[in-house]
């Protein structure tokens, strides 16, 4: 028989792979939905085997990326509600802003053509690839502080570094250069078409305390929406860094999304 439920697609962003969506696959699963969480384009199925070959992922684009979900989603018997990650959440923006899906939750998304902010903390996240030119067609891979300082800053140490060991992978630097410069291209992959009124519902979400997409850059993303008559919603989560889809907090936002798509009927 077909599946009837409502499917959900999660998208990653990056240094982390799919299958650290897996508890909230679960969750969402447990809750009458049908989940799923692919890769990005050329991402190996397991973390060691991304770890192993970091070139699979190189140069990957904002664009291919979008594209990639986009097809992926084309598949699929029922339009679904998207939830997305940092860039995953960028790109959950991307396909909604297309008319693509039936909601979008963007959570600690990366910043979008037209946000102005670009606080110390975010630049200092990012350095890992934008402090060297030549990463532009590379993957980067974090080490574990530099991961404690972007992703797990509100959290011990010891459950930062067990994030690290268990779900984080390199990660194709080109779509951080492409965000960092969409202010200043013209065509940017890095823009959202933010004036769609016949768009799905939007949530953003952000972590009080993320250091790679700080709170005041979700709030400028809102701001982006201002000329929209689509549904826009923000959401906070005092104290909350990047990790917040994966760290031992992950059931209060996972709860707060089901939350928001039961509240507008989806």
Known sequence: MPDTRPPVVFIHGLWLHATSWQPWIDHFDAAGYSALA?????????????RQHPEAVADTTIDQATEH??????????????????FGGLITEK???????RAGVAIDPAQIKGVLPLPLAQLRAGLPALGNPANLHR?????????????????TEQESADIYRRWVI???????????????????????????ADRGPLLLISGTADHTVPDVVTRSTLKQYRDSTAVTEFTQFEGRGHSLT??????DVADAVLTWLHTHGI
Request: charged fraction near 15%; charge should be negative.
């Open 38 to 50: 692919p890769g990005w384009p050329h991402e190996p199925d397991t973390v060691d085997a991304a």
């Open 69 to 86: 979900f986009a097809s992926i989603i084309a598949g699929l018997d029922e339009i679904p509600v998207i939830i997305g990650h940092s």
């Open 95 to 101: 396909l909604l802003g297309q008319g693509i899906g």
């Open 139 to 155: 993957a980067v891979t974090l080490t574990e502080p530099e991961f404690r300082y972007g992703f797990g800053n509100a959290l």
């Open 170 to 196: 390199p990660a194709p630097a080109r779509p951080l250069f492409q965000a960092a410069a969409a202010n200043f291209v013209l065509h940017s992959q890095a823009q959202v078409d933010t004036r769609r």
């Open 246 to 251: 994966v760290d031992s907090g992950w059931r």
